[in-house]
């Protein structure tokens, strides 16, 4: 795990070099979805500092075991506002936010747990029926209402392409969301900073980074083919 690890941080210290950008402005997330507890034990010893869990129940309980453990915890999965309470309660950046009523939850479930809530929009880009995410054209609103809300903290957007054998058939759907994230900072909407663009996975982080990811979310080629 230790060589895969380094293999990936290897690339993304590349690939942000490539297109002349700091590698330190790119942070990985390593997604550990149906990963033990003892394997995820392994990937923070290698060097893991983030962690993206994809379901609450598994996150619960993966959190609680490894609860000694230095490392930061995302929320990658879709979120439903039922759940919200758990999520504001286990993880520091939620990066699937994707409509006024979660957002509105999420505020009052953050309220009463004496913090804020860093989150992220999720776009759908693609505009995929199977995909979660609020539309490209109603996300500047949907950021505008955020913005609103005192127990959130709205930091950058994210999303998900279609699948593709090819990575760069992806850039598209990169280049897409960063330029609708330049257009919404140009608002100058009070309380906005979206400085994070979460995209970019196992199979095209690389050309996601060349198109502005911060947070690229990598499982497979960490911890290999889930079971």
Excluded at 111 to 129: C, D, M, P, Y
Excluded at 182 to 189: P, S, T, W, Y
Excluded at 198 to 224: P, Q
Aim: net charge positive; charged share 25%.
């Amino acid at each position: 795990m230790k060589e895969r690890l380094e293999g990936v941080l290897d690339r993304i210290h590349k690939a942000a070099l490539a297109c002349g950008r700091d590698p330190r402005s790119v942070r990985l997330v390593a997604v550990s979805k149906t990963v033990s507890a003892e394997r995820v034990r392994q990937a923070v010893a290698a060097g893991v500092d983030t962690l993206g869990e994809n379901y609450i129940q598994e996150a619960r309980e993966k959190i609680d075991t490894l609860a000694a453990l230095p490392v930061a915890w995302h929320f990658i999965g879709h979120l439903q506002t039922n759940k919200a309470k758990y999520a504001v309660r286990l993880f520091e950046l939620i990066h699937t936010l994707d409509s006024p009523k979660l957002a509105a939850e999420l505020d009052r479930q953050a309220a009463k747990a004496g913090k804020t809530q860093r989150v992220l929009v999720q776009v759908n880009i693609s505009g995929e029926a199977s995909k979660s995410g609020v539309s490209e054209a109603e996300a500047g609103q949907l950021v505008a209402e955020i913005a609103k809300l005192p127990h959130l903290s709205l930091e950058g957007l994210m999303t998900m392409p279609p699948f593709f054998d090819q990575p760069e058939k992806a850039r598209p759907y990169f280049r897409a969301l960063r330029r609708l994230r330049d257009e919404i900072q140009q608002r100058n909407l009070p309380g906005v900073d979206l400085r994070e663009l979460s995209m970019g996975m196992t199979g095209d982080f690389e050309v996601a980074i060349a198109e502005g990811a911060t947070l690229v979310r990598i499982g497979t080629a960490i911890f290999g083919e889930r079971g």
